[in-house]
């Protein structure tokens, strides 16, 4: 039996030295790590990444595939759905580092794997669910720029980068506390609060100064 890690990682995300950080201290034991680079988990499925391909040829039954969460594998509803069960079909065993999910094909109780199979589904809508919720945001960040654009003010300059920005509204989405966000990402706790206080403010002075 091995044990994969995948990650995913782009400027909206955690970078892979902490999504590896993570995995091992919630106890996963991990044989190999296998990384996408500035992928969009919204375009592009998991079998048409670089790394997602060798991922593929890689795992075997009885192969455990570690993610932080399903969104790692991708934030297209149908496209999470269809890879876990894939996975599940293969005799691999899906397992998350938040909220310690398992998903495989073990159970053969037909109520047991209804509940599975809603979970996953459940799980899937929610990483495409938080990706629109993103793409909403900075686009109204962007159009509150340009609305403010004639005074020509921009006011002063951000303290954080988009991928700083990005990072703090992942994080808030998983319940994490202000400290940690900011000692894990680089910002004084206030910068933080301010973003999650003002969430649209924050990308719209992103956006006015071009970052």
Same mark, same amino acid.
């Given at each position: 039996?091995?044990?994969?890690?995948?990650?995913?990682?782009?400027?909206?995300?955690?970078?892979?030295?902490?999504? #590896? =950080?993570?995995?091992?201290?919630?106890?996963? =034991?991990? !044989?190999?790590?296998?990384? !996408?680079?500035?992928?969009?988990?919204?375009? %592009? =499925?998991?079998?048409?990444?670089? #790394?997602?391909?060798?991922?593929?040829?890689?795992?075997?039954?009885? !192969?455990?595939?570690?993610?932080?969460?399903?969104?790692?594998?991708?934030?297209?509803?149908? &496209?999470?759905?269809?890879?876990?069960?894939?996975?599940?079909?293969? /005799?691999?065993?899906?397992?998350?580092?938040?909220?310690?999910?398992?998903?495989?094909?073990? %159970?053969? !109780?037909?109520?047991?794997?209804?509940?599975?199979?809603?979970?996953?589904?459940?799980?899937?809508?929610?990483?495409?669910?938080?990706? =629109?919720?993103?793409? #909403?945001?900075?686009?109204?960040?962007?159009?509150?720029?340009?609305?403010?654009?004639?005074?020509?003010?921009?006011?002063?300059?951000? %303290?954080?980068?988009?991928?700083?920005?990005?990072?703090?509204? &992942?994080?808030?989405?998983?319940?994490?506390?202000?400290?940690?966000?900011?000692?894990?990402? /680089?910002? %004084?706790?206030?910068?933080? +609060?301010?973003?999650?206080?003002?969430? #649209?403010?924050?990308?719209?002075? +992103?956006?006015?100064?071009?970052?």
């Amino acid at each position: 039996m091995t044990t994969i890690l995948y990650a995913r990682v782009s400027t909206a995300d955690q970078t892979l030295a902490h999504q #590896e =950080e993570q995995a091992r201290k919630h106890g996963f =034991e991990i !044989d190999h790590v296998i990384a !996408d680079q500035g992928v969009s988990g919204i375009t %592009t =499925e998991l079998k048409n990444r670089p #790394e997602g391909k060798r991922l593929y040829d890689m795992l075997r039954r009885d !192969d455990v595939l570690v993610v932080r969460w399903v969104d790692r594998l991708g934030r297209n509803y149908q &496209d999470v759905s269809d890879t876990i069960r894939e996975f599940m079909r293969r /005799g691999v065993a899906v397992r998350t580092v938040i909220n310690n999910m398992t998903f495989d094909g073990a %159970t053969k !109780d037909p109520m047991q794997q209804a509940v599975r199979d809603a979970l996953i589904g459940f799980m899937a809508a929610t990483a495409q669910a938080q990706a =629109e919720a993103t793409r #909403e945001a900075q686009k109204a960040g962007i159009e509150h720029a340009r609305a403010h654009s004639a005074d020509r003010y921009r006011g002063r300059k951000p %303290t954080y980068d988009r991928t700083q920005y990005l990072a703090v509204r &992942d994080l808030l989405t998983q319940q994490v506390g202000t400290s940690v966000i900011a000692k894990s990402v /680089g910002l %004084t706790r206030q910068t933080v +609060l301010r973003i999650k206080v003002a969430p #649209e403010q924050a990308e719209a002075a +992103l956006a006015s100064w071009g970052v």
